[in-house]
């Protein structure tokens, strides 16, 4: 995750509330969600940006998640995000989303 993107959640969290910020992960492969995951809810475990050593507990998910894609209009996501689902492993990456939250998310939706 870059640091400008690092810095906006960071302000978000600090502006509205980290019990009130959720975290959307796009991401199409599963370690790079893992890291984005754990940047957002635990720290940057790269200690390069806004986010080191900064554990704000932003619960986190990845659009793939059911959670996700129930609150979602079915002709917006077939129209988005439709194509992405037939050629990434969308259980794989909520999956990996999901274990990160598990662990160091204290807030939930």
Same mark, same amino acid.
């Given at each position: 995750m870059d640091l400008q993107n690092q810095q906006r959640i960071k302000d978000a969290a600090e502006k509205f509330g980290a019990e009130n910020v959720v975290v959307i992960l796009g991401s199409s492969d599963a370690e790079g969600a893992e890291i984005y995951a754990e940047t957002v809810s635990n720290g940057d475990p790269t200690y390069a940006g806004p986010l080191a050593g900064v554990s704000l507990g932003l619960p986190v998910y990845h659009v793939f998640?059911?959670?996700?894609? @129930?609150?979602?209009?079915? $002709? %917006?996501?077939?129209?988005? /995000?439709?194509?992405?689902?037939?050629?990434? @492993?969308?259980?794989?990456? $909520? %999956?990996?989303?999901?274990? /990160?939250?598990?662990?160091?998310?204290?807030h939930s939706l």
């Open positions: 998640d059911s959670e996700i894609r @129930d609150e979602c209009d079915p $002709a %917006a996501w077939e129209e988005q /995000i439709g194509m992405m689902e037939m050629v990434l @492993d969308p259980d794989a990456l $909520a %999956a990996a989303v999901k274990g /990160i939250r598990d662990q160091f998310s204290t």
